[in-house]
């Protein structure tokens, strides 16, 4: 029998190995790596079961929901019988993927790296994937998802963190960051943020456009200069902060109460709260945004690797894909959900064809030393963004 697995704990702190720059590499340079092992060859009889850690949303059984789920029929048809771990956090996910229980994960960016540096993520062969073909080419081959032109996991979806704000109760539309920035005193107390690390990189998109003489080209390549100001702005946010958040259900009831007003937020808790009447409003501010684009990676020790390459081909197959998609609300990443999609309109609210919108959107990485160009490793890697993230919160 299945069994679902409760919410994890918080996360804890992982500490970040040096890793090599990625490398963007054709589809077929796909077979091979060093860090996590060789990649498979062949996909044979599955092992009969399967255990993945996944955000929520990702591995639906019909226990949230009886009218959604995608994991019944794959365990019928391949004999898989699947268990999943929830994770809240991405540091949450390296940390149990590194206790080995696990033969997938599905990682954002700002895990994938840490995953492929510490040798806990193989390779991947997609040939043994049929469904990647139709993968939008821009998710393929990306600095998150591919080492020195290694493939390491298959595009799942994506979307963008955007601003959101209780238009009832804010005067105005509002078009940039500074809402929640230079200007978070007009709403004190009220201003929510994304609780983790990885939003000091939401800053520094901010400093990008707004101050230019920082030379920011990278929002996750910073240098002592451009990361101090980063911080700075963050530690200037802190007081006006109501509330930072990480299970966007509870974002959803601190903007359905009014403890929140504006601040940071994906696409479906805007969507949660549209449909239970709360007035709120979403954009993809001027300066750009941050954003995810996630990663179905498998372990290099998985117990039940021939599962879960099934797996991986089962969740970026169109009709399932596009079940993800609207359930988690995200773009789906194989190009052929969108005609599957139960809301023909799915597609174009969250923007799945239209890379001009993704390109103002710097997918979560992993910060490392190395900053990329000629600066050398005078970065500040992933360790440094967790100890000042703990200085800014206090």
């Known amino acids: 029998m299945r069994a679902r697995l409760a919410w994890a704990v918080p996360a804890m702190v992982v500490s970040l190995w040096a890793v090599a720059l990625a490398g963007c590499g054709d589809d077929d340079n796909d077979k091979g790596g060093t860090k996590g092992g060789k990649a498979q060859t062949s996909v044979g009889k599955g092992e009969g079961q399967l255990n993945l850690v996944a955000w929520v949303g990702y591995v639906e ?77 821009a998710l393929k081959n990306q600095p998150h ?50 609780d983790n690390a990885i939003y000091i990189a939401d800053a520094a998109v901010y400093l990008k456009a707004t101050q230019p003489a920082l030379g920011i080209k990278n929002p996750y390549e910073l240098d002592d200069k451009q990361f101090n100001a980063s911080v700075d702005l963050l530690k200037n946010q802190r007081k006006n902060v109501g509330e930072y958040w990480t299970d966007y259900a509870k974002e959803q009831a601190a903007f359905a109460s009014g403890d929140s007003t504006v601040g940071t937020t994906w696409q479906v808790t805007a969507n949660l709260l549209d449909a239970d009447k709360v007035a709120v409003k979403t954009i993809l501010p001027k300066e750009g945004a941050t954003g995810w684009s996630d990663t179905w990676m498998i372990d290099s020790k998985a117990k039940h690797p021939n599962c879960m390459y099934k797996w ?3 969740i970026v197959s169109p009709k399932v894909n596009a079940q993800v998609a609207e359930y988690f609300g995200e773009a789906p990443a194989n190009a052929k959900a969108c005609a599957e999609t139960a809301d023909k309109s799915h597609c174009d609210v969250y923007h799945a064809a239209d890379e001009k919108y993704f390109d103002r959107v710097s997918y979560w990485t992993t910060p490392q030393k190395s900053c990329g160009d000629d600066r050398g490793d005078t970065c500040k890697d992933y360790s440094e963004w967790v100890q000042a993230w703990t200085e800014i919160k206090g």
């Open 61 to 137: 059984d019909g226990s949230n929901d009886p009218k959604v789920d995608w994991v019944t029929p794959f365990e019928k048809q391949t004999g898989c019988n699947v268990n999943v771990k929830v994770g809240n956090t991405s540091d949450e996910m390296v940390t149990l993927m590194r206790t080995g229980q696990y033969d997938g994960v599905s990682a954002s960016g700002d895990a994938t790296l840490r995953l492929v540096a510490s040798g806990d993520a193989a390779p991947v062969n997609t040939d043994l994937v049929p469904n990647y073909k139709d993968i939008y080419p």
């Open 145 to 194: 998802n591919t080492v020195d032109g290694v493939n390491y996991g298959i595009p799942h979806g994506r979307g963008a963190n955007l601003l959101m704000w209780r238009s009832d109760k804010v005067k105005g539309n509002l078009d940039s960051w500074s809402a929640v920035f230079d200007k978070a005193g007009s709403y004190k107390g009220n201003v929510t943020a994304y």
């Open 312 to 314: 991986m081909d089962w």
